[in-house]
């Protein structure tokens, strides 16, 4: 999402984002942007930190633990704005944006921006599964799964403090 009004930053930035074939979503408003925010999910965040209301937005997305997979970029230009690490952001452009300084920000941004996806993302799946903790097995069904863990649905309630073994058969091989 690019939260700017600036209309050259807008096509150097829509530009550039679309030759990385990523989705460019526009938001004229900081206050309606984090409205946006709450609702859908932003893999990266482009803030014109000239924006009235624009510091807000980010202190905001600093404070809220449920955005962390959203990346924050920023649009540094007067001199007021010129402190990126109380923005939080990892990458910031200089006005006014060139098409070199923004294709070389967005792709190395790009990288992480994949990686926050592939880390966050949760696959759905149906399979069962046998959970076993303190030599105590059960059946249960593996309900989705990512890079950071996975989620079963058992009718038994499970020790969570304990180690728990998950054993499973993906589709097409033996069970492991």
């Not at 984002?17 to 984090?34: D, I, N, Y």
């Not at 905001?60 to 970029?73: E, F």
């Not at 990288?111 to 059960?138: E, M, Q």
Request: net charge neutral; aromatic share 2%; with cysteine.
């Amino acid at each position: 999402m690019v939260v700017s009004r600036d209309w050259q930053e807008v096509s150097v930035l829509e530009c550039i984002l679309g030759g990385l074939h990523m989705e460019v979503a526009l938001e004229e408003e900081p206050q309606r942007a984090m409205a946006r925010l709450s609702k859908s999910k932003v893999d990266a965040l482009i803030v014109d930190c000239d924006l009235k209301g624009s510091a807000q937005l980010l202190r905001d997305l600093q404070r809220d633990t449920g955005r962390a997979n959203t990346l924050p970029l920023v649009i540094m230009g007067s001199p007021q704005s010129k402190n990126l690490e109380a923005t939080g952001a990892l990458f910031a452009f200089d006005k006014p944006i060139s098409v070199e300084q923004a294709v070389r920000t967005l792709s190395a941004a790009r990288n992480l921006i994949l990686d926050g996806r592939l880390r966050y993302h949760r696959a759905g799946i149906d399979i069962p599964v046998a959970l076993s903790w303190n030599n105590k097995p059960t059946e249960a069904a593996l309900v989705n799964i990512s890079q950071g863990g996975l989620q079963v649905h058992t009718d038994l309630p499970v020790e969570t403090t304990k180690a728990l073994r998950v054993s499973l058969a993906l589709p097409g091989r033996n069970r492991c």
